[in-house]
């Protein structure tokens, strides 16, 4: 089974991206399978199954979705295993910016929206400097010096992956991704995560709600850049 | 250069009725057609240069060649500029800022801001300061500044253009700008005096390349009198926006 993650921030383009692979690499005789996980709500279930391949909605209600999806890769893998599948697109929520939910055995897809400006790359982190392949979607709305800029601006993020211009509109780009896939090794059993997710686990994660300092504990940072533990 | 377009298929699967299109440097070549008709398409595949791996089946190719699969994967080394209706600046910065950034970004020189807007304003009758902010410029001002700086920083040898008839914004003298770089311009157009500014079109139907037509010297003609009309339209329209008042004799054509 081979593993895709597909993330990026929400409306970037994932699964407009993820279809039109899909698409692709059913007719070249593979067969995927999707997981979409998100937050609260989501219809891609609804889009994607429209091109008659199982789909799977996990929704990670009060837990970071980032974190979710790296506790449920083996649970996915073994789902996708029983739909017949041989290739698993996971696309994920994109909301932290912080996290990257990719592990060492899989493709790892930053999907990015050109029309948020050509600072973002630089914004975005981990899920982009960590991925394999940085997807730009909505070229069409942005002039050429744009696109350029933007391109550039990915490449100082992540010097070493590959960049596909899409467009999810016209399914531009979704047979380059269907090829890289295509070249992709299986999952492994025993991975590890690329990158390290944010700093311990916090008591927000945990349902605290009260404001300030006084009320968490584990490793917190001040505005000044200092760092303390607190706790027992 | 010369680009190929080797005939593909049309929606019902039937064969391209032009099964060669060959197109050289320094040529102006239009598509036409009604919405729906593939124009678009036909434009998406030239800029993928499809290798019979799009919904058309057609093959594009550069000298005789297909493209290597490094060339077609990397937008860097992808000889392509495009230029369309729907396309803004979306960045919020200064046009000096911007050109700076992108004139690095292409490892060129930063000296070329200065040609890039003088060429900006030969093109639109409201003129763009180094220091204006990109996201308020006119939709003219706008075209003209992304038609100047793929003349003169992205410097591709093909353009490709979908449909910049409303953008207020000398189109002959844009058009004339490219192609006169010795580009292959290729651009997609309902716009009379554009389609026949083409030495040749391409009609589409049904997304069939059907025919081209060899533009006629009659139909230059026709050109010629339609550009003296599209510049006293300019003309007109440049008096009211400073405030004048128009003259019937100005009115005559
Ligand atoms: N103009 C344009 N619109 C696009 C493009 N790609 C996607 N869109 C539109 O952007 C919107 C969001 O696309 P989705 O594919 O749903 O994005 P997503 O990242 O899956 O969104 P979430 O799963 O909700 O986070 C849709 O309305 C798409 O039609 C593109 O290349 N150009
Ligand atoms: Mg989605
Ligand atoms: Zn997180």
Known sequence: MKLVVIAGTPGSGKTSVLMHAARCLEGSGSRPAVVKVDCLWTEDDKRIGRLGIPVHVALSRDMCPDHFSIYNVDEMLEWAKKQDADVLLNETAGLCLRCAPYPDHCLAVCVIDVTTGPNTPLKVGPLLTTADVVVTTKCDLVSQAEREVFRERVLEANPHCRIVEANGLTGKGGSDLAEIIRALPPAAENMMLRHNPPLAVCTLCSGELRVSKRYHRGVLRHMDGFMEYSGE | ?253
């Open chain 2, 1 to 253: 250069m010369r680009l190929t377009i080797l005939g593909g298929v049309d929606k019902d699967g039937c064969a391209d009725h032009i099964e060669t299109l060959h197109i050289d440097s320094g040529e102006i070549v239009g598509i036409v057609g009604p919405t729906g008709s593939g124009k678009s398409t036909l434009i998406s595949d030239l800029e993928q240069f499809a290798q019979r791996d799009t919904e058309s089946r057609r093959q594009v190719l550069i000298d005789g060649q297909p493209p290597d699969a490094e060339v077609r994967a990397d937008p860097r080394r992808k000889p392509v500029a495009q230029l369309s209706q729907n396309m803004h600046f979306l960045a919020d910065m200064t046009v000096s800022d911007f050109l700076a950034m992108h004139a690095k970004s292409r490892g060129r020189e930063e000296n070329l801001i200065a040609k890039v807007i003088d060429l900006a304003n030969t093109l639109t009758g409201e003129p763009i300061h180094p220091e204006h902010h990109l996201t308020a410029l006119s939709g003219g001002q706008s075209r003209a500044l992304m038609t100047a700086d793929i003349a003169v920083i992205s410097d591709s040898p093909i353009v490709l253009i979908d449909e910049i008839e409303n953008a207020g914004i000398k189109k002959q003298e844009a058009l004339k700008l490219l192609a006169g770089e010795g580009k292959i311009v290729v651009v997609v157009t309902h716009d009379p005096v554009l389609a026949l500014m083409t030495s040749r079109r391409v009609v589409m139907k049904k997304g069939n390349m059907v025919r081209v037509i060899q533009t006629s010297e009659e139909e230059q003609k026709v050109c010629n009198s339609l550009s003296r009309v599209d510049r006293w339209l300019i003309n007109l329209r440049e008096a009211i926006r400073r405030g004048e008042t128009v003259s019937a004799a100005e009115a005559a054509l």
